[in-house]
Structures are given as structure tokens and as C-alpha cells.
């Protein structure tokens, strides 16, 4: 499967941006979907991530009330609302796929990566 993540811009903290995830090539439907991000100078981390049918949805305690994520199996897209947005959630987001029905936080268990999108959040 490949991966397309976009929507990622320059917004003042306490905006919110809509981050997208188009999937081509194998069932979109039949991945667990994840969001990560990496900040300058730091390791990659997790997000956010949902199980195919969008029962099993899981959060990092730093985006959670903040960000919501989604999916549309008709239109193979992932989604990540983010609202009140702080500087520190300024960092490249990345998707992610993983084969399997397990929710994970783990990014080495994603098989498959997007490219990022960029985020920066102004004070």
C-alpha cells in the first residue's frame, strides 16, 4: 500500500487543522491506521491509531481531548483533527499501515509509512 499524508501548515496556537492520509494499492479496509510524529531533534512517536472498522481507537495522553482520528474505508483516507494546537505539537505527522487486526502503538509493528506532512504551531 502506499501512503499520501497532507494538510499540514503554519497555524497559531489554539488553531486547529485537519490532517488527511490517502491509501492506494492493497484494501485500505483491512489496516490498522496510525499517526506519528517526529519533532525537530527528537524520535519519532505515537500519536493516534484505529483498528479497520474504527471500534478501537487509541490516543497519546498529549493529544488526547485534543485530536481526533478517523477513517473512511469508501474513500481508502485516513483523518487527524487537531484542535487547540500548542507549539509542541509542531513536528512532521506521518501515517502509518499496519497488516493485522491488533491496535498497536508501536511504530516498528507499522509495515508501511507515508512520506509526512509538516505541522508548525506558532505561539
Known amino acids: 500500500v502506499q501512503l499520501q499524508a497532507s494538510g499540514g501548515g503554519l497555524v497559531q496556537a489554539g488553531g486547529s487543522l485537519r490532517l488527511s492520509c490517502a491509501a492506494s494499492?492493497?484494501?485500505?479496509?483491512?489496516?490498522?491506521m496510525g499517526w506519528f510524529r517526529q519533532a525537530p531533534g527528537r524520535e519519532r512517536e505515537f500519536v493516534s491509531a484505529i483498528s479497520w472498522s474504527g471500534g478501537n481507537i487509541y490516543y497519546a495522553d498529549s493529544v488526547k481531548g485534543r485530536f481526533t482520528i478517523s477513517r473512511d474505508n469508501a474513500k481508502n483516507t485516513l483523518y487527524l483533527q487537531m484542535n487547540s494546537l500548542k507549539p509542541e505539537d509542531t513536528a512532521v505527522y506521518y501515517c502509518a499501515a499496519r497488516i493485522g487486526v491488533e491496535v498497536t502503538t508501536i511504530q516498528y509493528q507499522y509495515h508501511y509509512w507515508g512520506q509526512g506532512t509538516l505541522v508548525t504551531v506558532s505561539s
Open positions: 494499492g492493497r484494501t485500505f479496509s483491512s489496516y490498522v
